[in-house]
């Protein structure tokens, strides 16, 4: 059965949230081809892990015989983390922008699982090659030739840190201009952010459907 590791990083309830109300759109695709499947959710946001702590990033250096109790006990939280990861058949993250970045639950979720010399850091790391969508929401326009552009720590970010040091085969669905219907002086801008998260529902639809059906020709 294939499995699938779904992550939320949105402090907003899923009637108050794009990504998460995108990433649902990718979920139903893929459960429509998988019922039987299996997904791991992890709502960072709503259950939020701990900050990555002395114990916890030194044990990565120790053997395991030689790691002290509290180390052991902080490993084993970042080895079960990254066991799902390395156990999913696809990952769907959802991303919003904070504060020009991405929310501090999942950054959190990341120093757990980058483990350097296991996930990171190797010529093949133990995740490489898992496809991922990530939903990367955001308030504003940030795409290329946008004032805005050089403020873009989301998409640029993830695309080293899940693509390059982790090896994931990422994809990004990125509705953009969230903020337009509630703040002041976007009114223009609605219509063009209704139609990027139409967009988006529409790409997050087609990358559940199109990942599930690659893994179920292959299996």
Known sequence: MATLLHLDSSVFPQD???SRDVAASFRRAWEAEHPDGTVVHRDLAADPLPHLDLPGASAAFVPAESRTPEQASAFALRDRLARELEEADAVLIGAPMYNWAVPST???WLDHVIINGRTAGVDSPSAAGTPTVVVA???GGYG???PRESWEFVQSYLSKVLGEAMGLSVEFVVPELTLAARTPGME???ELAEASRARAHEEAGAHGKTLAAKLASAA
């Open 16 to 18: 108050g949230s794009v």
């Open 106 to 108: 999942l950054k959190a």
């Open 137 to 139: 929401s955001r308030g």
């Open 144 to 146: 290329p030739g946008t």
């Open 188 to 190: 223009s801008l609605i």
